[in-house]
């Protein structure tokens, strides 16, 4: 079974400013890696994965995200945030064999201020 | 083109009432997938289904909770007898399915208050 640890629920920032959104797994075989976003009201939007090959993955608005296999850790980051990132962010890790069940961290609240 | 949609957006209900769930997927996505956001457990796996073979239901967290899905499209999860933990946003996913790298592509949820 997988596990995934957000210890940070809330991870306040201002504006420009960067940011590291922390996630750690635990899993018993290999695994893929995601970051999902939801705004308010809405659903889950892919922000990057981690699938193999390069341990540095970028995805959209300007995130990007490294996978440490002895840490087992794939942490969030991006240089300069803005106020529209304000949102909710999930990591979420499956096994890569079988079908893609997602289980999910807790969760990590970014606010952004000016 | 149309993403996920889910109806109702909210629903309201009274304990031990039975409710129904509808998720309509992005066209072609074969592989479709429940899954409960709740204050108490977070978000959670409930259950899988990918085309026509038999759902993986090892989410669902008791015999009350069921679903469906007709014709490889739209599906539908329906709780019997609801209770009060079963208040939560339920989201659903579909993905293309062509590779279990696939993305899944979330609807906007289901958020069932049960009174």
């Known amino acids: 079974a997988q596990s995934v640890t957000q210890l940070d629920s809330q991870v306040p920032v201002f504006e420009e400013a960067p940011v590291e959104l922390r996630c750690n797994y635990s899993?018993?075989?290999?695994?893929?890696l995601f970051w999902y976003v939801q705004y308010p009201n809405q659903g889950l939007q892919l922000l990057l994965k981690y699938l193999s090959g390069s341990t540095l993955v970028k995805g959209i608005n300007g995130f990007e995200a490294e996978f440490n296999k002895s840490q087992t850790s794939f942490h969030l980051r991006k240089p300069s945030v803005h106020i529209s990132d304000t949102a909710e962010y999930f990591c979420a890790v499956s096994a890569n064999t079988g079908f893609q069940k997602l289980v999910f961290g807790t969760g990590t609240r970014l606010l952004v201020s000016p | 083109g149309a993403g996920v949609s889910q109806s109702p957006s909210n629903k309201v209900t009274e304990k031990g009432k039975d409710v129904e769930l509808r998720c309509d997927p992005i066209?072609?996505?074969?592989?479709l997938y429940w899954y409960r956001q709740s204050l108490g457990q977070g978000l959670e796996f409930l259950i899988y289904?990918?085309?026509?073979?038999?759902?993986?239901k090892s989410g669902l967290p008791s015999d009350r909770f069921s679903a469906e899905r007709t014709g490889g499209s739209v599906s539908t999860l329906t709780i019997q007898r609801t209770q009060q933990e079963d208040s939560a946003v339920y989201l659903c996913?579909?993905?293309?399915?062509?590779?279990?790298?696939?993305?899944?592509?979330f609807g906007p949820g289901t958020r069932l208050t049960v009174l």
């Open positions: 066209s072609g996505h074969t592989a």
């Open positions: 996913a579909s993905s293309p399915q062509t590779s279990y790298t696939d993305t899944q592509y």
């Open positions: 899993s018993s075989v290999s695994v893929y």
């Open positions: 289904f990918q085309g026509n073979s038999a759902p993986d």
